[in-house]
């Protein structure tokens, strides 16, 4: 945020992350009874893709909003020195979030977490002193 608070924690982002692993899964997971399911049951698997979809597409907005949050209001030019590809790291993950949003795949939504988490590592690592 822009209050100088000093409260930073990377946790929200991988949250979202997880989330977002999550909701895809359960999107591949939906199946119709049938070939052509009754029109009541079309009705509730629309309804799950939309609701699943738009919580899907919320939380990669939020990883989106936590990590810029770090990189804008947390992350020093002494940690850019310590940790060089950091500044690759969250454009990475900042372009995952994008691509979470425009897609259903299990592998986009692994490589978010594996990224959220290796900034949490560089964050946690930054605490330490």
């Known amino acids: 945020c822009d209050i100088p608070c000093g409260i930073y924690d990377p946790h929200n982002a991988q949250l979202a ?3 977002v692993l999550k909701m895809i899964t ?3 997971e939906l199946q119709p009874s049938s ?3 009754p029109f009541e049951e079309r009705k509730r698997i629309i309804s799950q893709i939309s609701r699943l979809t738009k919580v899907k597409e919320d939380h990669a907005e ?3 909003r936590e990590v810029l949050i770090l990189w804008t209001d947390y992350f020093k030019p002494e940690h850019l020195e310590k940790f060089p590809d ?3 790291l969250i454009w990475k993950i900042t372009k995952l979030c994008s691509k979470n949003k425009q897609n259903i795949d299990e592998q986009l939504a ?3 977490i594996e990224a959220v988490d290796e900034v949490a590592e560089v964050f946690e690592q930054t605490k330490a002193k």
């Open 26 to 28: 359960l999107l591949n």
């Open 62 to 64: 939020i990883c989106k």
């Open 35 to 37: 070939s052509e399911p």
């Open 86 to 88: 950091l500044h690759d």
């Open 110 to 112: 692994q490589e978010l």
């Open 17 to 19: 992350a997880k989330t």
